[in-house]
């Protein structure tokens, strides 16, 4: 019997080699390559199969309306962008545990309620065991088809059977095809297995959601190639020790990428947050320290007001510490540079770090000011207004530039009860009737006067 042939394949960027190298010399990932049995290339001509579809104008091409339909979840439609579209290949990642199987079975729930056909493939699970998370997610429906399977030609033969409208793959690790003999997980695996769904979803019309995995560094497991081959990529984001999730989208090729969707981990499952201000702030107390501050945020079509908390204490080391949490860590180094060059503060013997609260990224330069006057207030020891809203990006003259959607943020703010905002001068003026203190500020010690509380 002949000696099998293998290669070693990298399962991030699907680099393959004829030996064990430990680091990717493609991608500089280590220790990411694993073995798998080489296929010999066949010598026959491959079959030409000619598609007949004939080639229509754009103009031609008729929209139905129901192209798109609601997952039953408003946060949900929200990041896809007012709904699933029919045919579509969406991917759903996130980390181990944090509610990506209770996320799907709840939207397969309401969408078999509304009289659609759909086949839910456990490729992780028996039927038993998600039958018990059903009952105690109160998901009962008899359109709702559960497949406990992990191969993926016998998940074909049962989509010719059912005819399902709907898809769920759970999870794309987890599946194999015959026509593969590597193991299921390998980037030939996903790569092949993820083809075949693609074309099950467009010429079939099915749409179908597969759930994958992410790695240690948060990036979903299996080749990069995998992102670029589906119509929308959704992440499900949290820490598991606490109830928020956040749902966010990196692609959407039918939405915009900036919404997020916000959720709450109950015991009977999620639950939607139709006001997340409130739920980032609800453990704010009016004692408020130095160093927390409020500011108004934009994500996608939504404003968010969350709180930033900054501690500014005399440095043990030969360098001070700089930590970000939820923000990036340039950002905070340039916003440092900033009052040391413009406010005169000396901060290159102290420790400064900087925590969102919520475990809520924020990327957007409008959030400037608002980590500025943590610090700043941390360091003087003074309490910013507990009743003030700040919103403005800072340049690296002091001064405080305009930012979007200002009185969107605005109207969040006065919803919750804040009697102050201190916004950019250089914005336009205000459209909209607020019954809000509006402070108009062109220099960050401007902002550092106006926001210290009185009391």
């Given at each position: 019997?002949?000696k099998?042939?293998?290669?070693w394949?990298?399962?991030?960027c699907?680099?393959?080699?004829?030996?064990?190298i430990?680091?990717c010399?493609?991608?500089?990932?280590?220790g990411t390559?694993?073995?798998e049995?080489?296929v010999k290339?066949t010598?026959?001509?491959?079959t030409?199969?000619i598609?007949?579809?004939?080639?229509?104008?754009i103009?031609e091409?008729?929209?139905?309306?129901?192209?798109?339909?609601?997952?039953?979840?408003?946060?949900?439609?929200?990041?896809?962008?007012?709904?699933?579209?029919?045919?579509?290949?969406?991917?759903l990642?996130?980390?181990p545990?944090?509610?990506?199987s209770t996320?799907?079975?709840?939207?397969a729930?309401?969408?078999?309620?509304?009289?659609?056909?759909?086949?839910?493939?456990?490729a992780e699970e028996?039927?038993?065991?998600?039958?018990?998370?059903?009952?105690?997610?109160n998901?009962?429906s008899?359109?709702?088809?559960?497949?406990?399977q992990?191969?993926?030609?016998?998940v074909?033969?049962?989509?010719?059977?059912?005819?399902?409208?709907i898809l769920v793959?759970d999870?794309?690790?987890?599946?194999?095809?015959?026509?593969?003999?590597?193991?299921?997980?390998?980037?030939s695996?996903?790569?092949?297995?993820?083809n075949?769904?693609?074309?099950?979803?467009?010429?079939?019309?099915?749409?179908?959601i597969?759930?994958?995995h992410v790695?240690?560094?948060g990036?979903?497991?299996?080749?990069?190639?995998?992102?670029?081959?589906?119509?929308t990529?959704?992440y499900?984001?949290?820490?598991?020790?606490?109830?928020?999730?956040?749902?966010?989208?990196i692609?959407?090729?039918?939405?915009?990428t900036?919404e997020?969707?916000?959720f709450?981990?109950?015991?009977?499952?999620l639950?939607?947050v139709?006001?997340?201000?409130?739920?980032?702030?609800k453990?704010?107390?009016?004692?408020?320290?130095?160093g927390?501050?409020?500011?108004?945020t934009n994500?996608?079509?939504?404003a968010?007001?969350?709180?930033v908390?900054?501690?500014?204490g005399?440095?043990?080391y030969?360098s001070?510490?700089?930590?970000?949490t939820?923000?990036?860590?340039?950002?905070l180094?340039?916003?440092?540079?900033?009052?040391?060059?413009?406010?005169?503060?000396?901060?290159?013997?102290?420790d400064?770090?900087?925590n969102?609260?919520?475990?809520?990224?924020?990327?957007?330069?409008?959030?400037?000011?608002?980590?500025?006057?943590?610090?700043?207030t941390?360091?003087?020891?003074?309490?910013?207004d507990?009743n003030?809203?700040?919103?403005?990006e800072?340049?690296?003259?002091?001064?405080?530039?305009?930012?979007?959607?200002l009185?969107?943020?605005?109207?969040e703010?006065?919803?919750?009860g804040?009697k102050?905002?201190i916004?950019p001068?250089?914005?336009?003026k205000?459209?909209?009737?607020?019954?809000?203190?509006?402070?108009?500020?062109?220099?960050?010690?401007?902002?550092?006067?106006?926001?210290?509380?009185?009391?």
């Amino acid at each position: 019997m002949a000696k099998l042939k293998t290669k070693w394949v990298c399962q991030n960027c699907g680099y393959e080699t004829a030996k064990y190298i430990g680091r990717c010399p493609d991608c500089g990932s280590w220790g990411t390559l694993t073995e798998e049995i080489e296929v010999k290339q066949t010598t026959q001509k491959p079959t030409v199969v000619i598609d007949d579809t004939p080639v229509c104008l754009i103009n031609e091409i008729e929209i139905k309306e129901s192209i798109k339909f609601s997952t039953g979840f408003e946060e949900l439609d929200r990041v896809l962008g007012s709904g699933l579209v029919q045919g579509s290949l969406v991917l759903l990642a996130g980390d181990p545990g944090i509610g990506k199987s209770t996320l799907i079975l709840q939207t397969a729930g309401n969408i078999c309620k509304k009289g659609k056909k759909l086949l839910y493939v456990c490729a992780e699970e028996s039927g038993s065991q998600v039958k018990l998370r059903a009952q105690r997610l109160n998901v009962n429906s008899d359109n709702l088809y559960v497949y406990s399977q992990t191969n993926l030609e016998s998940v074909i033969a049962q989509i010719d059977n059912i005819k399902p409208e709907i898809l769920v793959i759970d999870s794309i690790q987890s599946i194999y095809t015959s026509n593969i003999t590597s193991s299921s997980g390998s980037v030939s695996q996903i790569r092949e297995c993820t083809n075949s769904l693609m074309d099950i979803a467009k010429n079939k019309n099915i749409t179908v959601i597969i759930i994958g995995h992410v790695t240690k560094d948060g990036n979903i497991a299996g080749p990069k190639v995998l992102e670029h081959m589906v119509d929308t990529v959704i992440y499900f984001e949290g820490d598991k020790y606490k109830s928020q999730r956040l749902l966010r989208s990196i692609k959407n090729r039918f939405g915009s990428t900036n919404e997020i969707g916000v959720f709450n981990m109950a015991e009977n499952g999620l639950e939607e947050v139709t006001n997340p201000s409130e739920l980032f702030m609800k453990e704010r107390t009016d004692n408020a320290a130095p160093g927390s501050v409020i500011i108004a945020t934009n994500e996608g079509t939504r404003a968010l007001l969350v709180e930033v908390q900054a501690l500014v204490g005399a440095t043990s080391y030969p360098s001070p510490r700089r930590v970000s949490t939820g923000t990036e860590f340039n950002r905070l180094l340039q916003i440092i540079a900033v009052l040391e060059k413009r406010i005169g503060l000396n901060l290159s013997k102290h420790d400064v770090y900087v925590n969102v609260t919520g475990g809520i990224e924020i990327d957007e330069p409008a959030a400037d000011l608002g980590i500025a006057l943590a610090i700043a207030t941390c360091y003087r020891d003074v309490i910013v207004d507990p009743n003030c809203v700040i919103i403005g990006e800072i340049s690296l003259s002091g001064e405080i530039r305009n930012v979007s959607n200002l009185e969107k943020r605005i109207y969040e703010a006065q919803k919750l009860g804040f009697k102050k905002a201190i916004v950019p001068k250089q914005n336009k003026k205000l459209q909209g009737n607020f019954d809000i203190q509006i402070i108009e500020v062109a220099r960050l010690m401007e902002a550092i006067s106006a926001c210290v509380s009185k009391k």
